[in-house]
């Protein structure tokens, strides 16, 4: 027995003092704020301002929904839709961690400069040519294009300088799916009260199955 502690001993000390495991050690805890922690304080470290987005409106109706739709990302009235984004970052994380990357990702919303970009005669192809050039010459960030048939098809176009940045890119997802849901309701009479209500966010109380632990509202 004191020949098998001893060989345990002397294997656990070597291991411990091997650089892989000095690597593993430090550098698991490094990781993991890397590919979590960090991308969503980036995304709220955005130099020279709003993320600026021009928007091209083939209905000739959608333009004033999107730009509200994304002034509203910014004033936080969708708590429920910013948590779903801090939740995803890491799903296998505890509550409490989970709890602090909500409030993480609350505080990296970003806020939007949105403008109107007029066809005047201008084919598709040209307008996404003139914008990108526009993006080259760090005029724009982004551009979105809102075709004809956005309402009955619901797909829209977006084009942006940096594709890795996931959460602006959900932000602006988000804003025209509440754009459009908002202009299907209205194109059915509803009024702007029962959109309200429709668009209320439902919330999920969940707690631990058998008991203990504190319930987790999102």
Known sequence: MTKFRAVVKREYVQRVRSRMFIVITVGGPLMFALFTVV???ITG????????????????????RVREALGSTRAGR????????????????NQNTRSRMQQMGKSAAQSYEVEEVAADGRTLDELRAQLDERIGRDELDA??????????DGEVQFYTRN???VFMRGQVRRAVVRAVRDARLDARGLSPEVMSAVNQPVRMRS????GGGEADRG
């Open 207 to 210: 707690a631990k199955a058998g």
């Open 163 to 165: 594709v890795g940045d």
């Open 45 to 64: 470290i955005k130099a020279g301002g709003p993320t600026r987005i021009a928007v091209v409106d083939e209905t000739g109706g959608m333009y004033a």
């Open 143 to 152: 551009y979105l294009i809102l075709p004809r048939d956005v309402l009955p």
């Open 78 to 93: 969708d708590d429920d839709e910013e948590e779903e984004v801090a939740a995803n970052a890491q799903d296998a994380m």
């Open 39 to 41: 991308p969503i304080l």
